[in-house]
Nanobody, 113 residues
Framework: QVQLVESGGGLVQAGGSLRLSCAASGTTFSFNDMGWYRQAPGKQRELVAGISSGGGTKYAESVKGRFTISRDNAKNTVYLQMNSLQSEDTAVYYC???????WGQGTQVTVSS
C-alpha cells in the first residue's frame, strides 16, 4: 500500500533552517505530483509547496524565496528546504501525493522567536 513518511521536523530559532524529507513507497513516485502542506493550531491545512512529476514548482506567497521543494526520484523522496524560518511557520507539515487521499503522518516544526 502507499506510504508517505515525513522526517526532519524539530525546534529551531527564528532565522534558522530545517530540511524536511518525505519518503514514498507503494507508488510509482516519478509519476506523482507531490506537495507539502502545513496546519497550524486552529487553522486550516494549507499548501506550502508543490512539485510536478516534471519538476515544475509552485509556492505559497508566504514562503516564496525562503522555502525550496525538490525531489529525488531515485530515492522516492521529496524534500522541503526551509530557510529564514519565522514563528508563523510553526505547524505540522504533511507530505501528500497531490489530488489523492494519501498523506503522511506529519512532522512538527516549531520556530521560537
Amino acid at each position: 500500500q502507499v506510504q508517505l513518511v515525513e522526517s526532519g521536523g524539530g525546534l529551531v530559532q527564528a532565522g534558522g533552517s530545517l530540511r524536511l524529507s518525505c519518503a514514498a513507497s507503494g507508488t510509482t513516485f516519478s509519476f506523482n505530483d507531490m506537495g507539502w502542506y502545513r496546519q497550524a493550531p486552529g487553522k486550516q491545512r494549507e499548501l506550502v509547496a508543490g512539485i510536478s512529476s516534471g519538476g515544475g514548482t509552485k509556492y505559497a506567497e508566504s514562503v516564496k524565496g525562503r522555502f525550496t521543494i525538490s525531489r529525488d526520484n531515485a530515492k522516492n523522496t521529496v524534500y522541503l528546504q526551509m530557510n529564514s524560518l519565522q514563528s508563523e511557520d510553526t505547524a505540522v507539515y504533511y507530505c501528500n501525493i497531490m489530488r489523492s487521499e494519501f498523506w503522511g503522518q506529519g512532522t512538527q516544526v516549531t520556530v521560537s522567536s
